[in-house]
Each structure stands twice: as C-alpha cells, then as structure tokens.
C-alpha cells in the first residue's frame, strides 16, 4: 500500500509509524505541513497529487489538513486521547487531571477537529511521568497499534469506522491546556501538585514562572525527599538542574528556557543552572554519590548500582542530549564502574531515550559554538573510545528508547545491543551536515557491512529495533513494556554473567580488538574522523551551523520533503 505520512514534524513518532509501516512492506513517503503556513497546505496538496497514495495518515499533526485532500480520499488522524476526547492538549490534561488509563485513538479527518469516525483506539496505562516520556513510550506503543490496526482495516475494504455520534462514544470537548492552567503556587502547592504541572509541561510549553526576578520556563521536575526550605526558596544546584522547595518538599528542575521578550530572539532549553548563572551566587551544590540507595527519592542523571557480577550504569538526560559535561561525567562514572568486581556491564536508563549524541542547544548558546562543538564531540569521543577498549568483561548497551548520531554510535560500541521493541535508531549525521565520529567507520561497518553501513549513512533515514536486528545494529529486542523493561535487562543480565561461555567469549573480543587495531588502529579512525568533523565545525559557510540553528530554534519545520538530505553534502565515504 501507497501511505502519505503527514506531520507537523518528523519526530519520534512520526519517524516510528515511518519505520514499521516500511517493515511491514507498505511503501512510505513522508510531508510537513507547518502550523498555519500556506506553504504547509501547498506541500501537501502536491505530495498527494505526485505520490496518488493510497492512504493518508497524521502521526503528528498541530494543523488541520486541506478540505480537498480530506474530502476526496481517506485521511486518518492519531489523537492521543480516548474516543470522543476532543482539544489539542489531550495529553496534558490527562496528566493534570490524574488519569492512571488513557487511549490513543486513530480518527478519519473531517471539518470539525477530532470528530471523525474512529477507525481504532487502543488503551494504556498512564505512569507518574513526564509528558515528553510517555509519549514516546506508552502512547507511542498504543499510538503503532492502533495504526496497525487501522492500516489493516483500511486495506480489508470492508471496516465501517464507528461515528462518534454513536450513543457508545461520550464526546468530551477539552479547550488548549493554557499557562493559566499550568501555574504553580509555590506557597500552598504540595510536591506532588508540582510536580505534576511539571511533568505535563516538561518539553513543550514548559511551566511559566518567575525565578529570581524574572519570567522562565521550567521544564521537567523530579522530587526530593531530604532538602527542604521556605516554599518558592532556591535550595540546592546538582550538575546543572536547579533543586526549589514546595509546600511539603522539594523538586529538582533540570533545564530552563527564558521568556521570549518582545522583539528579542527566540529561546530555547538549556540547563537550569547555565540559564541562572551569577543569580545563584551563594545557593549551594549538592552533589548526589553515584551509588545511591534504591529508596531514595532524588535526582541524579548518572547512577551507578551492583547486582552480584552485575553493574548497571545508569544515565538519563534531557532530550537524550549529551553536552560535554555529560560526556566527561559519564566517562568518569564508566570508570569507576571498570573498578568494580563484575563479569557484565549494563549501559543505559530504565526508560526514554539512551542518547542522541551531542548537545546542540548547548553548543548554539555557547561563546564560541564551534570550539564546543570539538570540544563536545571529542568528550563524546572519549567515552565511546573506552567502551570499545573496555576487554575484561561483558559490555551491554540497553536502550530503553530512541538512539541517534553520536548516541547510536556509543550503544554500537558494546558488545551487545539490546533494545525495547518500538525504539528508533537514527544511526547517521547527515541530516545536521556532519560527516560523524565517536568511530562510526569502525562500529557501523562492523555489525552492518560495509556497503550496509554506507548506506545507513546516505540514506539517513530511521530504523525501526526490527530492521536494525536484521541489519546487526541490534542483537536482542525486548517485546516489553517500558515499564518491565528495566527488570528485564537485569535478569537477563544476570543470565549473561553466569553463562558458561562467558570467559570465552570475552577472551574472543580481547583476541578481535588486537587483529583489528593490527589492521588499522582505533586511533586511526578517530583521527580520520575528527578532521572531517574539524572542517565542518570551525567553516562558518559549513551547512551544519544552519541546520543547527534550525534545529534549536524550531524553525525547520514545514519542509515539503524532510527525507530528502540537505543539499550539497557528501559524506557517506571515509576521508
């Protein structure tokens, strides 16, 4: 079948309907229609007229579809919120009001938003998360069923969708979850009130508040059970987030975004401290031990814990973004993890993404963006460069979530992958005009071929966990819920370390490093890389610092052809 995806951007899940929809044989072609452009209706009426598909379907959209394109073919729309759930903050408000159960449900496009026939619509459980992380794990899962679901019905040719004029759908009519809505009241609000406006608004909007005098936005929140001061009062800094007491407790804050002021530049997330800078003068650090008791309610982005011949190095940042602190504290964490007594180490969080590789919104605020960029880049580097050389004992990346660039690389340099069925592997540059590092002409070709690899570079397009196990990026999927998924890896895990074969196999790797440094040297290759990297970052006239300011500043979207790699760049071939 012949599917058009329409999306206001191609994002996790946009890029996972793409990726299993092309598992399952259909050919997929993808359109961005940006919010309230023309332009956006233009691309699509053009996408349908060339492409004739057969069906047209919207992972992700904030806009509605041309009334020609509805009107003269079947257009199915996702919305994630149960039948009758209509308003464009379904997600929000099923965490601010509490909801443990909720729907994703797959609705034919009609004039009135949201009020088509429902052709499917699939449950799930709503965990004490934020929105950005169940959407890109519990909805997300729900979101392909449904799909699936609805993309077999369509080609049965016999499914009557259920109107929602049925007297079985209850219509609930939801207005846009407004910063009104969102506010805290630091003086009466418990940490857990808090903490749920937080978590509805952790990546988009963000909750809008004021800090030392001025108007922020706050995104993301997790608690914290010791520190405690005057409601509203700044109490603590850890590694970047900003820790604030409530009524009863604490929550940690990782990032911040400025309020835009008239006229000025657009802002964009960065972490708390960094955003607060001299205005912290006088709040203390409180650093979390990297081995913290398991009931412990606190945030720390890097823990380390041991289960008999088990260690579970355990990190998690926002957005999956890694800035060259990340880098350098992961690597020290990585370290000292090497010091203990274990026969297998596991990589990865318990949920969300694992990485995304560099941190782009740190390196556009940055002084002198291009000198972060090599400074970030090597950081990253550095910590992939000691997994590969890591030979006395078992490595595992476990992805609980997506990977990209950089982060793809850091989990292909263990020695075995394990990912969670529905993550999506990104595992290329192209698309931000990089050539690439963190030895991806080492790992990649290793697992894939080299022809394969060079193709997953050129084609820059996403893998779903199934087609990367085909293609060796991934040695075993875990059919799992996300929140199983953690225990899984443990006990599977333990399985590892008490396999018989273990030495060997370890004895093997030891044995595979030295022929092929023999043949050509790790340090080779990172050198090789880095001197692409070093002429794309320090060429002011280089397409990645366009393409990173677009990223950064959300100003990329409505592209009539984002599968399309940017013009002009050539970087699938080994310097």
Request: glycine content about 8%.
């Amino acid at each position: 079948m012949d599917v058009l995806l329409v999306a206001s951007a191609f994002n996790s899940l946009s890029q996972r309907v793409y990726a299993e929809l092309s598992d399952r044989g259909h050919h997929v072609d993808v359109v961005l229609a940006a919010r309230g452009d023309a332009h956006g209706d233009t691309a699509v009426r053009e996408a349908v007229r060339e492409g004739r598909p057969d069906l047209v379907l919207a992972p992700m959209l904030r806009t509605a579809l041309p009334e020609d394109v509805w009107s003269s073919r079947t257009c199915l729309i996702v919305h994630p919120g149960p039948p009758g759930d209509r308003g464009p903050s379904a997600l929000d408000w099923a965490i601010a009001e509490g909801a443990t159960r909720w729907a994703v449900t797959v609705l034919q496009a009609e004039a009135e938003l949201d009020a088509g026939d429902i052709w499917a619509s699939v449950p799930f459980d709503v965990p004490p998360v934020g929105k950005s992380d169940l959407y890109r794990n519990e909805a997300s899962d729900a979101a392909m069923a449904a799909v699936l679901l609805a993309v077999e019905r369509f080609g049965s040719g016999s499914f009557k969708p259920r109107p929602q004029h049925d007297p079985s759908v209850g219509v609930v009519r939801r207005g846009a979850c407004r910063q009104e809505h969102r506010r805290v009241d630091w003086r009466r609000d418990t940490t857990e009130a808090v903490l749920g406006r937080l978590r509805g608004a952790d990546s988009r909007p963000g909750v809008l508040d004021e800090l030392c005098g001025e108007e922020f936005f706050l995104h993301g929140g997790h608690p914290e059970d010791e520190l405690r001061g005057r409601p509203g009062e700044l109490l603590a800094t850890r590694t970047g987030a900003v820790c604030r007491a409530t009524l009863d407790g604490a929550v940690w804050i990782p990032e911040l975004r400025p309020r835009r002021r008239p006229g000025g530049p657009a802002t964009y997330r960065l972490p708390a401290a960094a955003v607060l800078g001299g205005r912290l003068a006088g709040v203390p650090e409180e650093p979390a031990p990297l081995e913290l008791p398991e009931r412990r309610r606190t945030w720390a982005d890097i823990r380390y814990a041991q289960r008999g011949d088990v260690g579970l190095l355990r990190f998690g940042f926002p957005g999956g973004a890694m800035s060259t602190d990340h880098c350098r504290r992961l690597l020290a964490a990585y370290r000292y993890a090497l010091t203990r007594p274990t026969r297998v180490l596991v990589l990865g969080g318990t949920r969300d993404f694992f990485s995304n590789g560099i941190h782009l919104n740190v390196i556009e605020a940055a002084a002198d963006p291009a000198a972060e960029s090599w400074a970030n880049i090597n950081a990253m580097d550095d910590l992939v460069e000691a997994v590969l050389r890591t030979t006395d004992r078992l490595v595992v990346a476990a992805l609980a979530g997506n990977a990209a660039a950089g982060g793809a690389m850091l989990a292909l340099a263990a020695d075995e992958v394990w990912c969670r069925a529905g993550a999506v592997l990104n595992p290329h540059y192209r698309r931000m005009g990089l050539y690439g590092s963190e030895f991806w002409t080492y790992t990649l070709p290793r697992r894939a071929g080299t022809e394969a690899a060079e193709e997953l570079m050129a084609r820059a397009l996403p893998v779903s966990t199934a087609a990367g196990a085909r293609a060796g990026l991934v040695d075993r999927v875990l059919p799992v819920s996300p929140p199983n998924f953690a225990a899984t890896v443990e006990r599977m895990a333990a399985e590892s370390a008490h396999a018989p074969d273990l030495a060997r196999r370890v004895a093997a790797k030891r044995a595979a490093l030295e022929r092929d440094e023999a043949a050509r040297p790790l340090a080779d290759h990172r050198r090789a890389e880095l001197a692409a990297m070093h002429r794309i970052f320090f060429d002011p006239r280089a397409p990645y610092h366009r393409l990173r300011t677009a990223f950064v500043h959300k100003t990329g979207e409505g592209s009539a052809r984002p599968l399309l790699p940017p013009p002009g760049l050539d970087l699938a071939t080994t310097p």
